[in-house]
């Protein structure tokens, strides 16, 4: 009943830059499958109606499809495909952008006992699980609020705040909690993520991130491992490739200066690692990106 409802209101208010009248929600509405496309994650919650999606961080790879839903806790370096998705039935799914504020002001009030306990660790930046009906039903009535203008500035916060409050006791509640928790392994690896978002293009020493991460040196590795599914080292040459392949976009036949924004002293490593990630040469892909009309990114489903 949820799934059928759901999919009704996805397919209504889906609209071509995935914007809805809710700040922080977003639709998607895929009608056939796409090729692998590399995207930052975003933090976000995601849950899919119809169809499928396949995503994959460092060597991990997470499917999740209709009554399911996917929690990304940091923001990652992906690579994104739509695997069932046709006009006749199109992949339908929603996102909600998950802010760390909101989630530690839950945790504040949450009482004694409410919150499950979890071993030790930084778990891993993205999670996929089936949606229990609690959660479906609250997502079904945020979407609702799209057809009641009336309603949606007082009752859309409400329901946000429960949303994320099944998600924070659910099955994948552990990646979630961690946003909120400033001393959490996940908010320290989290700070070494977007040290080297920044300095994509400036050498570095590990050991360097990881007292600025304020972690040891054999902590930081193991919990950046557990969370990115990636070394530092692959981690900083897949923001220096996506990087390049938006550069090129709009500056195609400038593919040595691209490089060397990105941090590449060396063209002909810049041309093997990027046509490694891409399946084609950076001349080739510019050429084939000007060509395609390029879908919002991240891993919303």
Do not use: C
């Not at 995503?55 to 990652?76: I, N, P, T």
């Not at 990881?210 to 557990?226: I, K, T």
């Not at 990115?228 to 200066?257: W, Y």
């Amino acid at each position: 009943m949820h799934l059928e409802e759901f999919r009704t209101l996805l397919a209504r208010h889906a609209r071509p830059d995935w914007t809805t009248a809710i700040d922080g929600v977003l639709i998607s509405k895929v009608d056939r499958p796409d090729p692998p496309a590399p995207s930052m994650s975003g933090t976000v919650l995601a849950v899919i109606a119809q169809g499928a999606k396949r995503l994959a961080l460092g060597e991990r790879v997470y499917e999740y499809g209709a009554g399911q839903y996917l929690v990304a806790s940091v923001d990652l370096p992906v690579t994104g495909q739509f695997v069932q998705a046709d006009p006749g039935e199109p992949a339908l799914g929603v996102g909600l952008v998950l802010e760390p504020s909101a989630v530690a002001e839950l945790l504040l009030q949450a009482g004694p006992g409410d919150i499950p306990h979890t071993g030790g660790g930084a778990p891993s930046g993205i999670a996929v699980s089936d949606a229990p009906a609690e959660l479906l039903d609250a997502v079904v009535r945020l979407l609702r609020l799209l057809d009641e203008p009336r309603d949606r500035a007082v009752l859309a916060p409400l329901i946000k705040r429960e949303i994320l409050w099944r998600v924070i006791t659910g099955e994948q509640g552990a990646t979630v909690r961690q946003l909120g928790l400033a001393d959490s392994g996940l908010s320290h690896v989290s700070r070494a993520v977007r040290w080297i978002r920044e300095h994509y293009a400036e050498a570095f020493r590990v050991e360097d991130v990881a007292r600025l991460s304020g972690m040891s040196v054999s902590a930081f590795y193991r919990n950046f491992q557990a969370v990115t599914a990636m070394s530092p080292i692959q981690f900083q040459k897949q923001i220096r490739l996506q990087e390049a392949r938006l550069l090129l976009a709009t500056h195609p036949s400038d593919v040595t200066g691209v490089g060397q924004r990105v941090g590449y002293d060396n063209p002909s490593q810049f041309s093997r690692e990027y046509r490694r990630q891409f399946g084609a040469p950076p001349s080739r892909d510019a050429a084939r990106l000007r060509d395609t009309v390029r879908s919002p990114a991240g891993a919303l489903p």
